[in-house]
């Protein structure tokens, strides 16, 4: 025979397992989205940034293309 009182302490015992259980899942479901939104968010940051600097870069092969070449001194040769 089940002690009455023993299966009223087991169901209390699993009822707030799994309460628990179930805000614990909660918790991680909200901070992977929250984690996955952070990743959506670097990632477009770093497209942009990479577009930027690809711009900047092709702004300055322009600009020093247009540039006429900079005259050098000649190079002397030292007396020994």
Do not use: C, N
């Amino acid at each position: 025979m089940v002690d009455p009182i023993k299966d009223i302490a087991r169901k209390r015992q699993t009822t707030g397992f799994t309460a628990s259980e179930a805000r614990d899942a909660l918790v991680k479901k909200e901070l992977e989205a929250e984690r996955a939104a952070f990743e959506a968010k670097t990632q477009k940051l770093r497209a942009l940034r990479l577009a930027k600097e690809a711009a900047d870069a092709a702004a300055a092969m322009k600009l020093a293309a247009e540039q006429p070449a900079k005259k050098t001194a000649p190079v002397r040769k030292k007396k020994v």
